[in-house]
């Protein structure tokens, strides 16, 4: 039986891998849950897999008397706690925001191997996770829950000694893909939460409509697979069936296919290299007909650019660029600011911020505290 602690557990992905786990009942069982203000789906939760471990990181509740076979614990300081003293082997790291990274450091200094969907983690403390990621005598320590990284990832297994040519890292679009740029920059809270394919927490949606996702998986895949910048090239495929793909130096290329369903790369995460039931949807290829790919538009999205502008500017600005977009997104969703401000807040903290090191947990803390800071300013008219 494999053991695995789910952070985040209340959310999208933390919802999905709990429908996985009961799929397999004698596989895995749950060793802990976390959610950050939701206690009450998170009480249901425990009362359903009965860990023996329980997170609520944003607030205090009093707890069920009958959920008593279950220590509970509280705060901010909760999270890192269940990732390295919950039993079992694996922890998945589903929260959302860089507030996982202290977890997954502390996963990892335990010996856990940690499942990761929550990418802002390795973009904010990419070098740090890398190094407390090695392969061990087990295998992988790190494995990818973001479809394109898991879509990589397995198209890499097999590739022996030979290292890929480029990462074709495929993108939906979003809902704005079609859009003129002077209407996307005015869109709505609903009209960026319309996501085409993928149904998904608010804040990874929101970073879909501004390409401010696809940004972070540039530096995502950067770290994971040891890449340079120009090997990874943003190919915009509106169906999302292709979940990416590799090229190789003798001109073959690998991809991965499938419906849009995280449950899929969820669950490889979990029981991988096997491959187990998921319950999703076959690939139709005839219903599909046919399947387009088309270059990303970089002056409507210059997300993607900032990607690239702080991989090559490297310190911690990739670390700067994920806390000013998470200001910025939260920010949108509260309907503080417009769709089109996320750009100028994200991009107005980077320039203000300039050239930081990241060579410690500090430094990634005072990067992240100065590019909120900076961001909260440009929000405010104080920032050019
Ligand atoms: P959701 O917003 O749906 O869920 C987030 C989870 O984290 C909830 O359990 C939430 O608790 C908890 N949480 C929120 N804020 C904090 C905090 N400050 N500290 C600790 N826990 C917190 O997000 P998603 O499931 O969509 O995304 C999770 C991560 O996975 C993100 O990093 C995202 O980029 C990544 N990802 C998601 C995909 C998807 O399909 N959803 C696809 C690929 C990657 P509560 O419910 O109590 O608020
Ligand atoms: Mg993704």
Redesign the pocket.
């Known amino acids: 039986m494999q053991g695995i602690a789910i952070?985040?557990?209340?959310?999208?992905?933390?919802?999905?891998a709990l429908e996985v786990i009961s799929l397999h009942p004698d596989r895995f069982f749950v060793t802990a849950l976390?959610?950050?203000?939701?206690?009450a789906?998170?009480f249901e939760q425990v009362r359903i897999f009965r860990p023996k471990m329980a997170a609520?990181?944003?607030e205090e509740a009093v707890v069920p008397a009958d959920l008593s076979f279950c220590q509970f614990y509280f705060g901010?300081s909760a999270?890192e706690k269940v990732a390295a003293e919950a039993e079992g082997t694996d922890v998945l790291?589903?929260?959302?925001?860089v507030?996982?990274l202290k977890?997954v450091l502390a996963a990892r200094r335990a010996g856990k191997r940690v499942l990761l969907?929550?990418?802002?983690?390795l973009v904010a403390g990419g070098e740090m996770v890398m190094d407390v990621c090695r392969e061990d005598e087990n295998g992988p320590t790190l494995l990818p829950?973001?479809?394109e990284h898991s879509a990589i990832f397995q198209c890499l297994q097999g590739a022996g000694p030979n290292r890929y040519d480029k990462i074709l890292l495929t993108a939906s679009g979003g809902p704005f893909r079609t859009w003129e740029r002077a209407r996307m920059l005015k869109a709505t809270v609903e009209e960026a939460l319309g996501h085409p394919t993928?149904?998904?927490?608010?804040?990874?949606?929101v970073?879909s409509a501004s390409m401010f996702?696809k940004a972070?998986e540039i530096i995502e895949a950067k770290w994971l697979f040891d890449a340079v910048p120009s090997q990874i090239q943003v190919v915009i495929h509106p169906q999302s069936i292709v979940h990416s793909a590799v090229q190789f130096k003798d001109g073959a290329v690998i991809a991965q296919m499938g419906n849009p369903d995280?449950k899929v790369?969820i669950l490889y995460a979990m029981s991988y290299p096997e491959r187990l039931y998921t319950g999703t949807k076959e690939l139709d290829l005839f219903a599909l007909g046919s399947l387009t790919f088309e270059a990303p538009n970089l002056k409507k999205f210059p997300s993607i650019r900032m990607a690239y502008d702080a991989l090559y500017a490297g310190g911690a600005a990739a670390c700067v660029l994920n806390a000013a977009n998470e200001e910025a997104a939260g920010a949108f969703l509260g309907q503080k600011i417009p769709f089109g401000s996320i750009y100028h807040v994200v991009e107005a903290a980077l320039q203000h911020c300039g050239h930081l090191p990241a060579r410690d947990f500090e430094d990634i803390e005072r990067a992240d505290a100065l590019a909120r800071e900076a961001a909260r300013k440009a929000m405010a008219g104080q920032l050019k």
Not at 93 to 97: H, I, M, P, W
Not at 198 to 205: F, L, S, Y
Request: proline share 4%; net charge positive.
């Open positions: 952070l985040g557990s209340t959310g999208s992905i933390g919802k999905q976390t959610a950050h203000r939701n206690a789906l998170l609520l990181t944003g901010p999270l790291a589903a929260v959302v925001g507030a996982g977890a969907a929550n990418k802002e983690t829950v973001d479809s993928w149904n998904m927490g608010a804040k990874i949606t970073d996702n972070l995280m790369p």
